[in-house]
Nanobody
């Protein structure tokens, strides 16, 4: 089992920046691909970014490419999502996930999920 706890969400004006963190506990963090997804009320969870266990390979949704950066610190069992140039449409609950499969944008490839942290961007 892997437990995931996100933090760092909040209210930000458009154009601003936020950094989300997700701390993992349980099984060996470094062996998992980590991902960030986001969800708004009444809609399905949407892929944001993913990072390989080594951190050498990352994958982003087109909507955040060039603005968001995913990174990880295996010594701290933590994955980060640096969000710059925030837009109103980035408003969502951001959820961290862990996968024992390869880097992927598909929710079904992730076995473990956090509870999420709310990000609200005012226009």
């Amino acid at each position: 089992q892997v437990q995931l706890v996100e933090s760092g969400g909040g209210l930000m004006q458009a154009g601003g920046s936020l950094t989300l963190s997700c701390v993992a506990s349980g099984r060996t963090f470094s062996s998992y691909v980590m991902g960030w997804f986001r969800q708004t009320p009444g809609k399905e969870r949407v892929f944001v970014a993913s990072i390989a266990w080594s951190g050498e390979y990352t994958y982003y949704a087109d909507s955040v490419k060039g603005r968001f950066t995913i990174s990880r610190d295996n010594a701290k069992n933590t994955v980060y999502l640096q969000m710059n140039s925030l837009k109103f449409e980035d408003t969502a609950v951001y959820v961290c996930a862990a996968s024992s499969r390869g880097v992927s944008g598909r929710t079904r490839d992730y076995e473990y999920w956090g509870q999420g942290t709310q990000v609200t961007v005012s226009s």
